[in-house]
């Protein structure tokens, strides 16, 4: 018995050292925590952008020819562009979940919420 613990432990331990596990991980807390799946594509997105910065500064850019640069430029342009679709894709699918969150919660109201007042005109 001990010893198919410590095989399990071990199998488990080598499972979750591999790039499937860190994707599946991932994808489990952007579930849970859809805030996260924001930052990581902004994340992205930023580092996409510093990419562009970084070629743009060097030295080795400013010695190609026109064509060249256009062509390396226009690539890492494809890629931020990318990311930018997908953070808007992120930012629309969390609108679109608290949309859904605050009309649930006008519908049926959780026990910790504020009961809306009613005011009632005196009658003269």
Same mark, same amino acid.
């Given at each position: 018995?001990?010893?198919?613990?410590?095989?399990?432990?071990?199998?488990?331990?080598?499972?979750?050292?591999?790039?499937?596990?860190?994707?599946?991980?991932?994808?489990?807390?952007? %579930? %849970?925590?859809?805030?996260?799946?924001?930052?990581? %594509?902004?994340?992205?997105?930023? @580092? @996409?952008?510093?990419?562009?910065?970084?070629? *743009?500064?060097?030295?080795?850019?400013?010695?190609?020819? &026109?064509?060249? @640069?256009?062509?390396?430029?226009?690539?890492?342009?494809?890629?931020?562009?990318?990311?930018?679709?997908?953070?808007?894709?992120?930012?629309?699918?969390?609108?679109?979940?608290?949309?859904?969150? &605050?009309?649930?919660?006008? %519908? *049926?109201?959780?026990?910790?919420?504020?009961?809306?007042? *009613?005011? *009632?005109?005196?009658?003269?």
């Amino acid at each position: 018995m001990i010893k198919f613990l410590l095989f399990s432990a071990g199998a488990l331990g080598i499972f979750f050292m591999t790039p499937i596990a860190k994707d599946l991980k991932t994808s489990a807390i952007e %579930v %849970v925590n859809p805030a996260s799946a924001q930052r990581r %594509v902004l994340g992205d997105l930023d @580092k @996409k952008i510093d990419a562009i910065s970084e070629t *743009v500064n060097s030295k080795q850019f400013s010695s190609l020819s &026109t064509s060249d @640069k256009i062509k390396q430029l226009n690539n890492l342009l494809d890629n931020a562009q990318g990311s930018m679709a997908a953070a808007q894709a992120e930012a629309e699918r969390g609108d679109l979940a608290a949309a859904i969150s &605050t009309l649930v919660r006008k %519908v *049926v109201p959780l026990p910790g919420d504020p009961q809306p007042t *009613v005011a *009632v005109c005196p009658t003269p």
